[in-house]
């Protein structure tokens, strides 16, 4: 069973940064697709917000295009979230999801709450 673990949530103002980090068990990571997703406070629904590939073919949502960047370091089998002019409709709960195959994996999910 795959362990997912974030971290680097809280509580910042309006234009600030925020990186979070999610750190994988096991050997495979480098193959697996990452992804950062969240759900809104109210929202039934968790969204995709940013994605990357095993080979590094990235997207974003629309609504954090520009402000937000993913990566990985697959030495350290973690994925990050650099976030960037953070505004009040980014607060949410942010989680971490693996794909390898028809398997995926979710993490525990950490707060990102912005002030305005």
């Known amino acids: 069973q795959v362990q997912l673990v974030e971290s680097g949530g809280g509580l910042v103002q309006a234009g600030g940064s925020l990186r979070l980090s999610c750190a994988a068990s096991g050997s495979i990571f480098r193959f697996t697709d990452m992804g950062w997703y969240r759900q809104a406070p109210g929202k039934p629904q968790r969204e995709l917000v940013a994605?990357?590939?095993?080979?590094?073919?990235?997207n974003y949502a629309d609504s954090v295009k520009g402000r937000f960047t993913i990566s990985r370091d697959n030495a350290k089998n973690t994925v990050y979230l650099q976030m960037n002019s953070l505004k009040s409709e980014d607060t949410a709960v942010y989680y971490c999801n693996q794909k390898f195959g028809v398997f995926a994996s979710w993490g525990q999910g950490t707060q990102v709450t912005v002030s305005s």
């Open positions: 994605a990357i590939t095993s080979g590094n073919r990235i």
